[in-house]
């Protein structure tokens, strides 16, 4: 979950290298590095802290160098520490390596680089490469990375320079971290990401597991690591703009995200209904297979588990199969059971999330059919499954997730109802019914922002209970999972604890946490359970707590048993989790503003999880 940049041209690059890291700082901002190939050798800087801290102190770096490497780290091996910020160089000073992922046998590399007479400067995996560069360089360093390559194990992609070679940078990878190629005029780019390099070049070329790259001014070269033999790849245009990688007018990415839910959501379901009729291509299995699955599961991490659960009851609703959803860390160490008829729903909005892209490794190993929910193209989780269901909220930026998870949550609507229509469950009067009111979804969404009412409502909320010490979150049936959602938005971002439970649950613990000034955040909007939170608020209201309940607009009599009442307009009640968690992104965002926070960037998280 690093961020990589790598360039190659006839420009000074140590700006273009700065710029790069910054576009890539939501994957990983504890410390970064850059490395340039100046006039006396490799001229290395690094810092603790963003981007930001890095440019302060690269001034002394090379200011003509045309070609360079930086790097942004989420610490895995090693505490956050200058000395364990990439690159690492070697000990005479001609090799640099950075990478993103993980060494699994870094503790073997690290005794054979010792044993051979090396000293390591840093507690990293990654540092053990350069000094068997440096002990095995024979003049070539793409042919010697790829000889090296076979005895790094784990998932990783890396970055090499040699000064011998000062016109070239070797880049490599295994498993799912990520690698794009860049291609400008007579300079050419490797990163993570595109947003790294897009403000230069459209023009891309995806990199391939188990594959070398070696990058130079004017050309760009491909090849397998098994043999060395050449790859080819066709050159791309990127649709992401780099527009969206800067805040456009918001004071932050997370608020900007959140404004662009309405266009996410609508995104999301565009072109995938004619005429009332919905099309959700992408399955990978025919409709003959999909009728008969007997089970689905779902599989995914922190916000896409979220979603899961709403289109666990979805699914069961419309699809009419018994489905459940699972933590993929937890869900990977079972031993699950199920055959050829189990339709597993992995959900990543980076498509990199290790502990789900493991578990839908090992579904698919027993026999399972996996389709993949994600919001990135050609990613680990893409590649590695049947079949891919793009949500489309665009590039998401913000730490905490906010547009990602209203698309999601819209595509596993518009899963559930194309089970339930293959499956028989749903008329097509259903699915078109049903079909108009999603569609509805993206001006309600857009009310909601632009209700100055809750948004005032939200203000006084989040100045009279940020400074509170704990929030507890109640929901049943399809607002249970919004409470969790809510609860984990404001405690990331935040970092007041919060839990989130079942109304119903609350008497069998952790009604004791309940004082005379707790702060309640129920979902209470109208269903089938309106009545059963009712009376759970009741509970709450006489242990002197405050309730927050988000209702349904026109349902007044919520008013008897909350406090202060956030409505959000009406829908059927399995549209509603979209419509209610808004005013819960709000006042996490809200509150944390208040508390003087960075919203986009929460500590010790990082955007995307490709570790365990
Ligand atoms: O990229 P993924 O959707 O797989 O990420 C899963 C979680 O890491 C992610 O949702 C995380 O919980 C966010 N910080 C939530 O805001």
Not at 48 to 68: D, F, I, N, Y
Not at 111 to 118: L, P
Not at 327 to 345: C, I, M, Q
Not at 411 to 428: D, E, K
Request: glycine share 10%; aromatic share 6%; proline share 4%.
């Amino acid at each position: 979950m690093c961020g990589i940049i790598g360039y190659v041209g006839a420009r000074p690059c140590k700006e273009l290298v700065l710029s790069g890291l910054e576009h890539l700082e939501y994957r990983g901002y504890d410390s970064s590095g850059l490395v340039l190939v100046g006039e006396h050798g490799l001229d290395r800087a690094r810092a603790v802290g963003p981007v930001k801290a890095l440019r302060a102190v690269a001034g002394g770096v090379s200011e003509t160098a045309t070609a360079g490497m930086g790097h942004t780290r989420w610490a895995t091996h090693g505490g956050v520490e200058e000395r364990n910020a990439h690159p690492f160089l070697s000990e005479d000073g001609r090799f640099a390596v950075l990478m993103n992922g993980i060494f699994e046998n870094y503790i073997d590399l690290r005794a054979q680089v010792t044993a051979k007479g090396h000293t390591l400067t840093s507690d990293t995996d990654t540092e053990a490469l350069v000094h068997m560069i440096e002990e095995e360089y024979d003049g070539d360093i793409a042919e010697t990375c790829r000889r090296i390559f076979p005895r790094l194990e784990g998932h990783f992609a890396f970055l090499a320079m040699a000064i011998d070679e000062p016109d070239r940078i070797v880049a490599a990878r295994l498993a799912w971290p990520p690698l794009v190629v860049g291609r400008g005029e007579g300079e050419n780019y490797i990163a993570s990401f595109t947003p790294a390099f897009l403000e230069q070049t459209r023009m891309i070329q995806i990199v391939d597991e188990s594959e070398l790259v070696i990058v130079t001014a004017d050309n760009v070269e491909f090849r397998a690591i098994a043999d060395g033999s050449p790859r080819e790849h066709e050159i791309e245009r990127a649709d992401d703009s780099i527009e969206v990688a800067a805040k456009g007018g918001y004071e932050s990415f997370m608020l900007k995200e959140i404004h662009e839910q309405p266009t996410a959501i609508a995104d999301t379901i565009a072109e995938r209904f004619h005429h009332g009729e919905l099309h959700l291509d992408g399955f990978g299995l025919s409709d003959d297979d999909l009728r008969e699955i007997n089970r689905v599961l779902i599989v995914g991490c922190g916000t896409a588990l979220h979603s899961g659960l709403v289109g666990r009851y979805l699914i069961e609703e419309w699809g009419g199969v018994a489905t459940e959803a699972d933590v993929a860390s937890e869900w990977r160490y079972r031993n699950g059971v199920f055959d050829p008829k189990t339709l597993v729903l992995a959900i990543s909005q980076s498509g990199e999330t290790a502990d789900t892209l493991a578990a839908m490794q090992i579904a698919k190993e027993r026999g399972a059919r996996v389709v993949a929910v994600t919001n990135i193209m050609g990613s680990a989780i893409a590649r590695a499954a049947d079949g891919v269901l793009y949500t489309r909220a665009g590039l998401e930026i913000g730490v905490a997730a906010s547009k990602t998870f209203t698309a999601q949550v819209t595509l596993m609507t518009l899963i559930a109802l194309h089970l339930g229509a293959v499956r028989g469950h749903l008329s097509p009067e259903d699915v078109a019914l049903i079909g108009g009111e999603l569609r509805e979804l993206p001006d309600l969404v857009q009310q909601l922002l632009d209700d100055k009412e809750l948004d005032a409502q939200l203000d006084m909320l989040a100045d009279r209970f940020c400074h509170d010490r704990f929030f507890l979150y109640l929901g049943r049936h399809l607002g249970l999972p919004i409470c969790q959602e809510g609860a984990l938005k404001l405690k990331e971002i935040s970092y007041i604890p919060t839990d989130a439970y079942a109304a119903g649950e609350m008497k069998h613990g952790p009604i004791a946490l309940l004082g005379e000034d707790t702060p309640v955040v129920a979902v209470a909007t109208d269903s089938h359970v309106f009545e059963k939170m009712a009376s759970n608020l009741e509970e709450v209201r006489a242990r002197g707590a405050h309730v927050i309940a988000v209702a349904t607009a026109g349902n007044t009599s919520i008013e008897a048993h909350a406090e202060h009442v956030l409505y959000v307009p009406r829908t059927r009640p399995e549209l509603q989790p979209i419509l209610a968690v808004i005013p819960l992104q709000l006042l996490a965002y809200k509150i944390t503003g208040r508390l003087g926070l960075d919203v986009d960037r929460p500590r010790n998280l990082a955007k995307t999880v490709t570790v365990e």
